[in-house]
């Protein structure tokens, strides 16, 4: 057993932690939530070029760092805690993993240097107006005309799909339950309308259909009919990146609230003094810890090729309960001010559903452990 | 990072499991038994103690020249894990020597006391069972108001007062007894000093209290001149209250893995139980209320685990762990209060009977476990108490009492 960080990770953290406190101030993350494109462009290819971010997980043959998953769950930490938005997680997570891993050769050298050096954008359909976070909601179509689909549906949900320069799409080929494939799908192909939903978190998630979108029978990442699998591969990794994220945003708001406790005097004392206080912030100081260390788990489990959907789903039930109670008892502990638009705590309240309802909420995945417990 | 064990920690994890297989009866769950109470539950526990003893498991992470086997935190913590798994009794005497006194002498005894008391713990024999002389009736939360008082004459102390919550003092050879022997001091916290106590020694009287549960677990015990060679003085008069921190991270940190384990059991005995059981033609396991209660219970057994792994880490890298065992406490006794009421719960009015009643379901534990978990939020330091240790050291929070 080891609960320490390598020097390289150790490195990671720092220099992630010390770029994004400067390149992305929560004035900046105001700004972009305003901002029609919900990310800066500059920040985007700095984030590319001078860190290596969006190719820290993959091969050095195709621009990247040679990382593994517990390096991105350390980022995703950093990226929580300092809220950065944009579409990191949709290109790098949801859309960079999956064609490394399934691709062929030829798409592999086709998207995955530009997803390293910033280039591309990408985003992945998957969710459709059911909500469902896995293929049980997959109802868009694909039909097979000699060399082409032809991609009809409507996809919900879909993560800054309005600045993606690809996609890849779940689609239904096959009248079978389990006929599923994935495209990938240029943005720009005629029958392809994308709306912006706004929402709390002003995070871009986006109403996307497609009306017989014509696409190459190649574009296909993996086999066809056998989408579930990459599918699954998609899901155990994001889940637990974005309990990672979760965990970062949890450790800054009690961070930012101690610090307020602390200064806060009432009474003649600070109220991080009086036990109602204190004890609510030790009960989501507690929580948060032990969050960290299921993350932790769940994540170097997959890092070694031991995946375990038990403690990935144990990490997204506990990274949803944690980041709402966190929030509330810390706005809680701020009192009238913590309610106010020029707090920080406040920008990380409004994205606590974000994070709960992507990728399955608590009771989808309490169903997955009973299951996983033999019941 | 890396999450696994050691090919060694896992020998020993399949060796203990043998032992039990080999030394316990086969339908034995023994979770939340309280063996100090009954004379017959006493017996066995040391019986099985001197059988640990000579495995060399007992005090295994002990020195060898104490009566231990020098074995490492971890394998100490697998053993204390499988120990609350199978509910092996005599593991901890009545808790005080194995858990505490021992590694406290190792650290403030002198060379004397080491070499005369801890061979005896070791050896699973009935003399090296200690109780623990702290709280007193106005002394509980607020410990170092102590009141009972170690007076010095030529080369002894002479003892007078009352301890209270004295856990298995009606089966103990010796006490670890916390007392006041200095009376002019500018904080309270100064002034105590720890003795090794003689409980045949004249003077002092047992008196037991029972607690709710029927179980005989506690005693009050009064001093009355009770005169001790000054040779049993633990470390320097005065400098008690310093060495009781030390003990008291002992205690709190050194039982979560075994909750870890008792929790787990307890899971699994619960899984087992629903899967096998009808309601109305339906099996229990098929009910999503009961199905999201176990996955719930199920991620704050796994989150315990954890803690008690990252103490133990942190122990392991010699780092002094102030705030983390009452993380792992506070959270613990969490665990174990969900645990036990989910599993009132799924058991319904079969919960209510007692372990020997003929209808008993899993062998009466869930009553048993619904009854002691009170306990553990106040044993060795409240909730409460735990939650302003967690504030003032893990947060930096200004004392709030």
Redesign the interface.
């Known amino acids: 057993m080891d609960f320490s960080l390598s020097e390289r990770q150790e490195m990671l953290r720092a220099a992630a932690a010390g770029f994004l406190a400067k390149e992305c101030p929560k004035n900046k993350v105001r700004e972009l939530e305003q901002d029609d494109k919900g990310y800066d462009p500059s920040l985007w290819h700095k984030m590319a070029k001078e860190m290596g971010w969006m190719g820290l997980a993959l091969p050095e043959e195709y621009g990247g760092a040679g990382g593994d998953l517990m390096e991105l769950t350390i980022l995703m930490e950093q990226m929580g805690k300092n809220i950065v938005p944009g579409p990191f997680f949709s290109t790098v997570v949801l859309c960079a993993l999956p064609i490394l891993q399934y691709g062929t050769d030829e798409q592999k050298n086709r998207f995955l240097p530009k997803i390293a050096n910033g280039e591309q954008i990408w985003s992945m359909a998957l969710t459709e107006v059911s909500g469902a976070c896995d293929i049980s909601g997959t109802e868009l179509r694909a039909s097979l005309e000699r060399e082409s689909y032809f991609l009809t549906g409507t996809k919900f949900f879909v993560p800054y799909a309005h600045v993606a320069d690809e996609f890849l799409v779940v689609g239904r080929t096959s009248g079978a339950k389990e006929g599923i494939s994935i495209f990938v799908v240029d943005s720009r192909s005629p029958g392809i309308k994308v709306e912006v939903i706004r929402t709390m978190a002003r995070d871009k998630l986006c109403l996307v259909t497609f009306d017989d979108v014509k696409v190459p029978r190649q574009s296909i990442i993996g086999k066809v009919n056998r989408g579930r699998e990459p599918v699954n591969f998609v899901l155990q990794r994001a889940i637990v990146l974005k309990c990672a994220e979760v965990l970062g945003a949890c450790e800054a708001v009690i961070q930012l609230t101690n610090t307020y406790v602390k200064s806060r005097v009432q009474f003649d004392r600070p109220i991080g003094s009086f036990q109602a206080v204190q004890h609510r912030m030790v009960d989501r100081f507690i929580d948060i810890e032990g969050l960290r260390y299921l993350v932790y788990k769940a994540a170097w489990e997959l890092s070694n090729g031991s995946p375990s959907n038990l403690h990935i789903s144990m990490a997204k039930v506990k990274a949803t309960e944690v980041y709402q109670r966190t929030c509330i008892d810390c706005i809680k502990n701020h009192g009238a001010i913590g309610f106010t638009a020029d707090q920080d705590i406040g920008l990380y309240y409004r994205r606590v559903k974000a994070a709960e309802f992507f990728l399955g909420d608590a009771d989808f995945h309490r169903e997955r452990i009973a299951v996983e417990l033999g019941l | 990072?890396?999450?696994?064990?050691s090919a060694k920690e896992e020998t020993l994890r399949q060796d203990i499991r043998g032992f039990v297989k080999e030394e316990l009866p086969p339908d034995w769950i023994g979770l939340g038994l309280a063996e100090e109470s009954r004379d017959e539950d006493w017996e066995l526990a040391m019986s099985i103690a001197k059988k640990l003893s000579l495995r060399g498991w007992l005090t295994m992470a002990w020195p060898r020249e104490y009566g231990g086997q020098g074995a490492s935190l971890?394998q100490q913590l697998v053993y204390n894990e499988e120990v609350g798994y199978w509910g092996i009794p005599g593991t901890m005497m009545g808790v005080s020597g194995v858990t505490w006194v021992g590694p406290s002498l190792m650290l403030f005894g002198n060379e004397e006391q080491k070499r005369k008391y801890l061979p005896l713990i070791a050896s699973g024999e009935p003399d090296g069972v200690w109780c623990t002389g702290y709280s007193e009736p106005d002394a509980g939360s607020d410990f170092a108001n102590i009141k009972c008082r170690a007076v010095k004459e030529g080369d002894e102390y002479v003892i007078n007062g009352q301890k209270i919550w004295t856990s298995c003092a009606h089966r103990a050879r010796w006490c670890w007894l916390a007392v006041r022997t200095g009376f002019n001091v500018a904080k309270k916290h100064h002034g105590i000093s720890l003795f090794i106590v003689d409980m045949k020694s004249r003077g002092i009287t047992v008196r037991p209290l029972i607690s709710y549960s029927g179980h005989h677990i506690f005693n009050q015990v009064f001093f009355d001149g009770v005169r001790v060679p000054a040779s049993n003085l633990v470390g320097e008069e005065g400098r008690g209250w310093y060495y009781l921190m030390q003990a008291l991270a002992h205690e709190r940190g050194g039982t979560v893995p075994i909750n870890v384990g008792t929790c787990r059991r307890l899971?699994d005995e619960l899984?087992k139980y629903?899967?096998g059981t009808q309601h109305g033609g339906k099996q229990l396991?098929q009910n999503?209320m009961?199905?999201?209660k176990?996955?719930?219970r199920?991620?704050e057994v796994?989150?315990l685990r954890?803690?008690a792994?990252?103490t133990?880490?942190?122990m392991s890298?010699g780092a002094a762990v102030v705030w983390e065992p009452s993380?792992d406490k506070?959270?613990g006794s969490q665990v174990m209060e969900r645990i036990a009421i989910t599993g009132t719960e799924i058991l319904g009015a079969y919960s209510q009977l007692d372990p020997d009643a003929r209808w008993a379901r899993i062998k009466g534990v869930i009553q048993n476990m619904y009854l002691l978990f009170p306990g553990f939020s106040i044993a060795a330091g409240t909730d409460?108490i735990e939650?302003?240790i967690?504030?003032q050291f893990?947060?930096?929070?200004?004392?709030?009492?």
């Open positions: 990072m890396e999450f696994k064990f971890w899971l899984v629903v899967k396991s999503p009961i199905r999201h176990l996955a719930d199920a991620i796994e989150t954890m803690f792994y990252e133990t880490w942190k890298q993380r506070a959270f409460d939650r302003n967690i504030g893990g947060l930096g929070l200004p004392r709030s009492y």
